[in-house]
Structures are given as structure tokens and as C-alpha cells.
């Protein structure tokens, strides 16, 4: 070793390191108390405590405790340690490490500002595969998706594109040994690669069985044991999920024996895709299951004939035409994420705005600020969403904000608290 390049940290920078840790705990401890009553946490902190297994904090009580520890502190967190903060020691490293980092400015990858013409709607379909190809033969270039996962950095998806791609995708599924009537689970964040093989699991006339990732990679062991139930109820042949999750393939095969494989996005990618699977209205379209958190996780069989009949009343109540825009953040392995803010703009023609759960949780902000890159008409979100919109946004970063676009707020999927969801409507007026 040469000990003249090793340089020892000055003490100043030590007791800053000390000072920050001292106060981030502070924090910790805090919020704890708050969320065990008054008592004093059930462990010891320290830098090592585990935030979810010692705490018992969710992603929500993990967002609320890194907004907390960036007031205290005065810093801005990146996104990602939101999701990927473990412990103490992980958030201070994203200070000390990536708080430096100048902010992202937003591209919008040319294409929001293409004419939206009136278009129609396949009224005459009877699967969301046929009301695809309806709308990748009249106009192929039409932006169907952006992905702006970041709720900064857009990446848009055409019908074309999003077609071709799955195309190829059914044709990799089939060349190892997916055959029609399979059930594929999907395990991917949100972003290209979920959409892409979502569909290039039915155009090979297999079963989509969506799951929701682990929030960090370090929890791809223990994600895959407590989907275990799910994926040997469904007799899952087959895992696509992102490659750092593929060591995990012999322990599921331990725990699930109907599973022969697990997949990327990267290994389906065939090349000239073969003969296209074609659905009837009756056949299953995906299969949803329960989050198992209150018992035995319960699967529900959707059709192609099901998801129409809800897409088509959704569209009738609400007069949706190819001139609206619907921004989501919601996740798409849930039914209002999945079938009410992907499956409708597909079926009319509208494009899908979406980012990531875990951006909304970390920068709320952002999901307003896309109605107005956008000009967004429709959206939707649980009762906490609005909450936390009306809680934990600056003044600052609504300064300014646009949202006369907004047709339809929608909000559900638990108790209803009028307050909060009124307050994009405040806003708006």
C-alpha cells in the first residue's frame, strides 16, 4: 500500500459526519414513537436499524420518514432512496453521496405536442389485443405512452413501437417453450419493459399474472418467498423480472415446482416475431390476484370480454375522446393503475402519462407538474395520494402551477376524506 496517497479525514468532516447522524436518528427516533404510540421504539437505534423489519415502517412511513429527515436536515434526497434506503446508514450515504448531484431538467423526447385528431374508438372489438391492432393500423406513430419514470425524464412509446416490440417479445416467450393457455407472472417496475411484456405475453397467448416488485433488490429473496402462494396458486410456468432478480430461480423452483424458468425482458427479445396468438372475447386476458396481507391470496379470471365491457362504461360516464391525457403513478399490477389508467388510453386512443410509485411517494410535486407539461384531463389516485399532495408540497412548487386542463379527479380504492381530494379542485379555481 502507499501510504503517501492515503489522506485521513479531517476532523472537521468527521464531526459533520457525527452531527448528521446524530440528528438524523433524532428523526428516526421521532417518527417511531409517533408511530408506536409514545413508546419508546422496540429496538435500540442505530445506523444499522432496519427501517421496515425493526420499525415496522411501510413505504408510505418510509416516504414520510426521508421528507422529514430532508426538512430537518436541509438536503434534497435523490428518488431512488426513497426506495432503496434500508437503514440510517443508507440515507446518510445518499446524503453525503448524492445530494451533490445537480437536479434533472425535463425532456419531453418531442412528441407531446402532436395533434390529437378525433379518432374513434374500436367499437367493434371484442379483446384489447384486436382494439391494439386497430390502433396500430390508422396511425402507428401516435404516442401511446410516456414513461417518465423519474416524473422529469420522458421516454415516449408509439402503438407501433409498443406492438413491434411486444411482438418480438411472443416470439422469444414461445422459443422457450410458452405455449398458449401458460400463466406468466411479471415482476418489473414500472417503465418500457413492463408494457412491452404484459403484451408480449398475451399476443403469445399466454396469461399475464402481474405482481409488484420489490422496492429494493436487497428484498428480491424475501419478495419471492412471500409470492410464493401466489405464483403456485396461478401454476406459474414462467417469471419475467429485471436481472438482478434472476438469482432467486432456484429458490423459486424450491418454492414453486409448476415454474420452469425465470426471464428478463432482454431474453424474450426475439427476433422476426412467428404466427401472432388472436383471443376471443371469453378467453382470459390476465389474472389479478389479492395482496394475501389479510389471508390466503385470492386470484380473480379477467376476460378480454370483462376489461371492455368496464373500459367501455368508464369511457361512456366520463366522455373520454382521443383528446384527453390521463397522468398516473399508480402501480400496474393494480386494477386502477392496470385497467383504468393503461388499458382505457389504449382502447380510445389517449395518451398514458406515467411515473413511478415510488418518484409520487419521494416528490408528490411531480404528479401535478406533469398536468401541466402535458396538459393532463384525467386522473386518479387513493385517498393518501391527495393527503400527501396537500401535506407535503412547498408553496414554492406550486407556484405557478397550471391545472386547467383537469377534467376528472378520481379518487378510491379506500375511505375517502373530502378535504383532500378538494384540494386539487382549490388549487385549480
Given at each position: 500500500?502507499?501510504?503517501?496517497?492515503?489522506?485521513?479525514?479531517?476532523?472537521?468532516?468527521?464531526?459533520?459526519?457525527?452531527?448528521?447522524?446524530?440528528?438524523?436518528?433524532?428523526?428516526?427516533?421521532?417518527?417511531?414513537?409517533?408511530?408506536?404510540?409514545?413508546?419508546?421504539?422496540?429496538?435500540?437505534?442505530?445506523?444499522?436499524?432496519q427501517f421496515e423489519r425493526d420499525?415496522?415502517?411501510?413505504?408510505?412511513?418510509?416516504?414520510?420518514?426521508?421528507?422529514?429527515?430532508?426538512?430537518?436536515?436541509?438536503?434534497?434526497?435523490?428518488?431512488?432512496?426513497?426506495?432503496?434506503?434500508?437503514?440510517?446508514?443508507?440515507?446518510?450515504?445518499?446524503?453525503?453521496?448524492?445530494?451533490?448531484?445537480?437536479?434533472?431538467?425535463?425532456?419531453?423526447?418531442?412528441?407531446?405536442?402532436?395533434?390529437?385528431?378525433?379518432?374513434?374508438?374500436?367499437?367493434?372489438?371484442?379483446?384489447?389485443?384486436?382494439?391494439?391492432?386497430?390502433?396500430?393500423?390508422?396511425?402507428?406513430?401516435?404516442?401511446?405512452?410516456?414513461?417518465?419514470?423519474?416524473?422529469?425524464?420522458?421516454?415516449?412509446?408509439?402503438?407501433?413501437?409498443?406492438?413491434?416490440?411486444?411482438?418480438?417479445?411472443?416470439?422469444?416467450?414461445?422459443?422457450?417453450?410458452?405455449?398458449?393457455?401458460?400463466?406468466?407472472?411479471?415482476?418489473?417496475?414500472?417503465?418500457?419493459?413492463?408494457?412491452?411484456?404484459?403484451?408480449?405475453?398475451?399476443?403469445?397467448?399466454?396469461?399475464?399474472?402481474?405482481?409488484?416488485?420489490?422496492?429494493?433488490?436487497?428484498?428480491?429473496?424475501?419478495?419471492?418467498?412471500?409470492?410464493?402462494?401466489?405464483?403456485?396458486?396461478?401454476?406459474?410456468?414462467?417469471?419475467?423480472?429485471?436481472?438482478?432478480?434472476?438469482?432467486?430461480?432456484?429458490?423459486?423452483?424450491a418454492l414453486v415446482p409448476s415454474?420452469?424458468?425465470?426471464?428478463?425482458?432482454?431474453?424474450?427479445?426475439?427476433?422476426?416475431?412467428?404466427?401472432?396468438?388472436?383471443?376471443?372475447?371469453?378467453?382470459?386476458?390476465?389474472?389479478?390476484?389479492?395482496?394475501?396481507?389479510?389471508?390466503?391470496?385470492?386470484?380473480?379470471?379477467?376476460?378480454?370480454?370483462?376489461?371492455?365491457?368496464?373500459?367501455?362504461?368508464?369511457?361512456?360516464?366520463?366522455?373520454?375522446?382521443?383528446?384527453?391525457?390521463?397522468?398516473?403513478?399508480?402501480?400496474?399490477?393494480?386494477?386502477?393503475?392496470?385497467?383504468?389508467?393503461?388499458?382505457?388510453?389504449?382502447?380510445?386512443?389517449?395518451?398514458?402519462?406515467?411515473?413511478?410509485?415510488?418518484?409520487?411517494?419521494?416528490?408528490?410535486?411531480?404528479?401535478?407538474?406533469?398536468?401541466?407539461?402535458?396538459?393532463?384531463?384525467?386522473?386518479?389516485?387513493?385517498?393518501?395520494?391527495?393527503?400527501?399532495?396537500?401535506?407535503?408540497?412547498?408553496?414554492?412548487?406550486?407556484?405557478?402551477?397550471?391545472?386547467?386542463?383537469?377534467?376528472?379527479?378520481?379518487?378510491?380504492?379506500?375511505?375517502?376524506?373530502?378535504?383532500?381530494?378538494?384540494?386539487?379542485?382549490?388549487?385549480?379555481?
Amino acid at each position: 500500500m502507499n501510504h503517501d496517497q492515503m489522506v485521513p479525514p479531517r476532523v472537521d468532516d468527521v464531526i459533520h459526519h457525527t452531527d448528521m447522524e446524530s440528528r438524523l436518528l433524532r428523526v428516526v427516533e421521532t417518527l417511531a414513537e409517533e408511530v408506536h404510540s409514545g413508546e419508546n421504539p422496540p429496538v435500540k437505534l442505530g445506523p444499522l436499524t432496519q427501517f421496515e423489519r425493526d420499525l415496522g415502517f411501510d413505504s408510505l412511513m418510509r416516504a414520510e420518514l426521508l421528507g422529514r429527515i430532508e426538512h430537518t436536515l436541509n438536503v434534497r434526497l435523490p428518488v431512488d432512496a426513497f426506495a432503496s434506503s434500508a437503514t440510517p446508514a443508507d440515507v446518510l450515504r445518499a446524503i453525503e453521496t448524492d445530494c451533490a448531484a445537480p437536479p434533472r431538467q425535463p425532456t419531453d423526447g418531442g412528441a407531446r405536442h402532436m395533434p390529437f385528431d378525433a379518432i374513434g374508438a374500436p367499437l367493434q372489438a371484442q379483446t384489447l389485443i384486436y382494439a391494439l391492432r386497430w390502433h396500430v393500423d390508422r396511425h402507428p406513430d401516435r404516442t401511446h405512452i410516456f414513461v417518465v419514470e423519474d416524473g422529469v425524464t420522458s421516454s415516449p412509446l408509439t402503438y407501433g413501437e409498443l406492438y413491434r416490440r411486444a411482438a418480438r417479445a411472443a416470439s422469444g416467450l414461445r422459443s422457450v417453450g410458452i405455449d398458449p393457455g401458460d400463466t406468466v407472472a411479471l415482476m418489473l417496475p414500472t417503465g418500457c419493459d413492463y408494457f412491452v411484456s404484459f403484451l408480449g405475453i398475451m399476443l403469445c397467448g399466454a396469461i399475464p399474472v402481474p405482481i409488484y416488485p420489490p422496492a429494493r433488490l436487497s428484498q428480491v429473496e424475501e419478495h419471492v418467498r412471500r409470492h410464493a402462494a401466489i405464483l403456485a396458486n396461478a401454476q406459474v410456468k414462467a417469471l419475467i423480472t429485471v436481472p438482478q432478480a434472476v438469482v432467486v430461480a432456484r429458490l423459486l423452483r424450491a418454492l414453486v415446482p409448476s415454474v420452469d424458468q425465470v426471464l428478463t425482458p432482454a431474453s424474450i427479445d426475439g427476433s422476426e416475431p412467428g404466427a401472432l396468438f388472436a383471443p376471443r372475447a371469453e378467453d382470459t386476458a390476465f389474472l389479478q390476484y389479492t395482496s394475501g396481507s389479510t389471508g390466503d391470496p385470492k386470484g380473480v379470471v379477467l376476460s378480454h370480454g370483462n376489461l371492455l365491457a368496464n373500459i367501455r362504461a368508464m369511457g361512456d360516464r366520463m366522455h373520454v375522446d382521443a383528446s384527453d391525457v390521463l397522468v398516473s403513478w399508480l402501480p400496474l399490477y393494480h386494477d386502477m393503475g392496470l385497467i383504468g389508467a393503461w388499458f382505457a388510453p389504449m382502447y380510445y386512443g389517449f395518451p398514458l402519462v406515467v411515473m413511478s410509485p415510488t418518484t409520487f411517494l419521494a416528490r408528490p410535486e411531480r404528479w401535478l407538474q406533469l398536468f401541466q407539461r402535458y396538459r393532463g384531463t384525467i386522473t386518479a389516485a387513493p385517498n393518501f395520494a391527495y393527503e400527501r399532495c396537500a401535506r407535503h408540497i412547498d408553496d414554492a412548487d406550486l407556484d405557478g402551477l397550471d391545472l386547467s386542463s383537469l377534467r376528472f379527479a378520481f379518487c378510491g380504492a379506500e375511505p375517502v376524506s373530502r378535504p383532500y381530494p378538494a384540494c386539487i379542485a382549490e388549487h385549480d379555481a
